[in-house]
């Protein structure tokens, strides 16, 4: 069966830190480009970080590049992101997704069910 499981989401004080997983089984993430993305309440999804298929490339949205770090661990068939110095404005539900492919410009094709992570003091 194909899915994308999140997990790691929870309530952290601004300036925390948090580490969620997307478990990936049916398919080898590895091959394919991984992403998260994220929505806050009352705002659209908006992507935050990709790592692509074989070498790893890795991007990030402007709001997180420095704090947050996208990783694969391919014998886990596990993606990471780590989420240092939490901001209130990082509070949403976190998704990972599958892309159709390689490269972090394609399209999504498998989504995950989201994790929810609040940042508040």
């Known amino acids: 069966q194909l899915q994308l499981v999140e997990s790691g989401g929870g309530l952290v004080q601004p300036g925390g830190s948090l580490r969620l997983s997307c478990a990936a089984s049916g398919f080898a993430l590895g091959n394919v480009a991984i992403g998260w993305f994220r929505q806050a309440p009352g705002k659209e999804r908006e992507g935050v970080s990709c790592?692509?298929?074989?070498?790893?490339?890795?991007n990030y949205a402007d709001s997180v590049r420095g704090r947050f770090t996208i990783a694969r661990i391919n014998a886990k068939n596990t993606v990471y992101l780590q989420m240092n110095n939490l901001k209130p404005e990082d509070t949403g539900v976190y998704y990972c997704?599958?892309?159709?492919?390689?490269?972090?410009?394609?399209?999504?094709?498998?989504w995950g069910k989201g994790t929810l992570v609040t940042v508040s003091s």
């Open positions: 790592i692509s298929g074989g070498l790893g490339m890795t």
């Open positions: 997704a599958r892309y159709r492919g390689y490269f972090c410009s394609a399209d999504q094709d498998l």
